[in-house]
């Protein structure tokens, strides 16, 4: 088969995938928050998301409406053959997916506010790159929500203020998107670098699992100090109360310039919608994140 169908299938079963299965890591962290929940009000709203995803699952339809706007993560081998074709293959795998899943339509030109009706349109989807030692292709897709990513934040701090400022920056920016991103949440934070890479970093830190821990001790104790922090704003499950607000908080960084301080908080709601596959050199698929059904 050619290559470009082959990643064009890929692509399409992987956002398939990724809209209707929530991966076991964050419906893990999800029964968790329900058995731990105090509030009664914050138990009935978890129960309500346990169920929306078994039903998804059961009915193989997106798990939520807003399918999002579709972005990929490639991490392409040095030695990979027909990397011209690539993002070509992931456009027409949106539009497939766009009609055949269904996904919503969600790429508007903000200009003539016209929607393309097929999840396209320029520099979308949005294609990050990667080369990596190897003849594979790696791909993963995240379909990011506009509820959340309406709350990202980038600012850029005092480098006076270090990472107690940093503790404060992102509690104060949950507290501000309080019920907005559907929480309970998955925060990625990012320092240093400029603007632009500390929220490329913050995002992509949300396609990290759960119940994988940060490598470096400080920063997985970093973590865990603002999960902890976050939780005590009491905005719980869907913004109406309870103990469980965020999920689980990842971070990384950047070296920074001596007169910068930026920092990113990225947002994904609970639908943490996220879902990878290899393309080896041999044209054989592995699918990472979840086996493909046969």
Same mark, same amino acid.
């Given at each position: 088969?050619?290559? $470009?169908?082959?990643?064009?299938?890929?692509?399409?079963?992987?956002?398939?995938?990724?809209?209707?299965?929530?991966?076991?890591?964050?419906?893990?962290?999800?029964?968790? $928050?329900?058995?731990?929940?105090?509030? !009664?009000?914050?138990?009935?709203?978890?129960?309500?998301?346990?169920?929306?995803?078994?039903?998804?699952?059961?009915?193989?339809?997106?798990?939520?409406?807003?399918?999002?706007?579709?972005?990929?993560?490639?991490?392409?081998?040095?030695? /990979?053959?027909?990397?011209?074709?690539?993002?070509?293959?992931?456009?027409?795998?949106?539009?497939?997916?766009?009609?055949?899943?269904?996904?919503?339509?969600?790429?508007?030109?903000?200009?003539?506010?016209?929607?393309?009706?097929?999840?396209?349109?320029?520099?979308?989807?949005?294609?990050?790159? !990667?080369?990596?030692?190897?003849?594979?292709?790696?791909?993963?897709?995240?379909?990011?929500?506009?509820?959340?990513?309406?709350?990202?934040?980038?600012?850029?701090?005092?480098?006076?203020?270090?990472?107690?400022?940093?503790?404060?920056?992102?509690?104060?920016?949950?507290?501000?998107?309080?019920?907005?991103?559907?929480?309970?949440?998955?925060?990625?934070? $990012?320092?240093?670098?400029?603007?632009?890479?500390?929220?490329?970093?913050?995002?992509?830190?949300?396609?990290?699992?759960?119940?994988?821990?940060?490598?470096?001790?400080?920063?997985?104790?970093?973590?865990?100090?603002?999960?902890?922090?976050?939780?005590?704003?009491?905005?719980?499950?869907?913004?109406?109360?309870?103990?469980?607000?965020?999920?689980?908080?990842?971070?990384?960084?950047?070296?920074?310039?001596?007169?910068?301080?930026?920092?990113?908080?990225?947002?994904?709601?609970?639908?943490?919608?996220?879902?990878?596959?290899?393309?080896? /050199?041999?044209?054989?698929?592995?699918?990472?994140?979840?086996?493909?059904?046969?």
């Amino acid at each position: 088969m050619e290559k $470009a169908k082959i990643v064009e299938n890929v692509a399409f079963n992987i956002i398939k995938q990724a809209v209707i299965y929530i991966p076991d890591d964050v419906k893990q962290a999800l029964k968790k $928050a329900y058995a731990e929940e105090t509030s !009664e009000t914050g138990k009935t709203q978890l129960n309500a998301i346990l169920n929306n995803i078994e039903l998804a699952e059961k009915h193989k339809a997106p798990v939520c409406q807003d399918t999002g706007t579709i972005i990929f993560y490639i991490k392409a081998g040095t030695q /990979a053959k027909n990397l011209e074709k690539v993002e070509g293959a992931l456009i027409n795998a949106t539009r497939r997916a766009t009609k055949e899943v269904p996904l919503r339509p969600n790429a508007v030109d903000p200009f003539a506010q016209r929607n393309s009706g097929d999840n396209t349109g320029r520099f979308i989807p949005f294609v990050n790159w !990667e080369i990596v030692l190897g003849d594979s292709i790696e791909l993963t897709v995240m379909t990011k929500g506009g509820g959340s990513e309406n709350v990202c934040v980038t600012g850029m701090l005092v480098p006076g203020q270090g990472i107690t400022g940093l503790k404060k920056f992102v509690v104060d920016t949950v507290i501000n998107a309080g019920a907005k991103p559907c929480p309970p949440t998955i925060i990625g934070v $990012a320092i240093g670098g400029g603007a632009d890479i500390s929220m490329k970093l913050a995002k992509k830190t949300l396609l990290k699992p759960l119940n994988e821990p940060n490598p470096d001790s400080e920063i997985a104790k970093l973590e865990k100090e603002i999960l902890e922090a976050a939780n005590m704003t009491g905005i719980g499950p869907m913004g109406l109360g309870g103990k469980t607000t965020v999920l689980g908080v990842h971070v990384d960084y950047a070296f920074r310039h001596p007169a910068s301080f930026p920092a990113s908080v990225a947002f994904n709601c609970w639908a943490s919608r996220r879902a990878s596959a290899r393309i080896n /050199a041999d044209e054989t698929v592995e699918y990472l994140t979840r086996k493909m059904e046969m």
